[in-house]
């Protein structure tokens, strides 16, 4: 976000934003790192509803961001303002992020206590886990994880990003 201008895009770096018109962000200049959902952190997302937003009709685009409106879900911050946050910690990024993030985005939940997190490893489409001192490290391969390592670990981790299992048609 870039004061008004926003850049929407894909891990891949496909632009995203003509396909989610809906999405509105906070006023400001900041890069952020999460996830377009549609449905909430508590309920049901719908995968195959996101995945029949990204159509090439501008009408179609149109309709389903009335019908199945998407949300952003904020798990990091990577800049602010015209400084990059990739060398602080998870623990300053995440702070700095909590201050920043306003509805309408929404705020990926985060702990790094082990009994909150476990509910998120059962029955969730996965977790994002982030060592609590590390700077930032982009994803290689899958950035998800359903594996509990981080609440067994010695080390300070942060888990969130909490995403529950979506309906899928049946083949």
Known sequence: MDDGEVELQSRSGRPLRRYFPELEFMPGRYVLDGE???GDLEG??????LQQRLHPAESRVRRLAEETPARYVAFDLLASGDEPLLDQ???????ALAKLVAAPVLLAPS???PQEAAPWLR???????KEAGAPYRP???RAWSRSS?????TRSW???????????SAP
């Open 44 to 49: 049901e997302q719908d995968f195959g509803a």
């Open 123 to 129: 029955g969730a489409e996965g977790v994002i886990a």
């Open 158 to 168: 942060r888990a969130g990003g909490r995403a529950r299992r979506r309906a899928r």
């Open 139 to 141: 994803a290689s391969g």
């Open 149 to 153: 390592a981080c609440a067994r670990s």
């Open 36 to 38: 377009i959902i549609i």
């Open 111 to 113: 702990t790094d206590d």
């Open 89 to 95: 910690s998870y623990e300053e990024r995440r702070e």
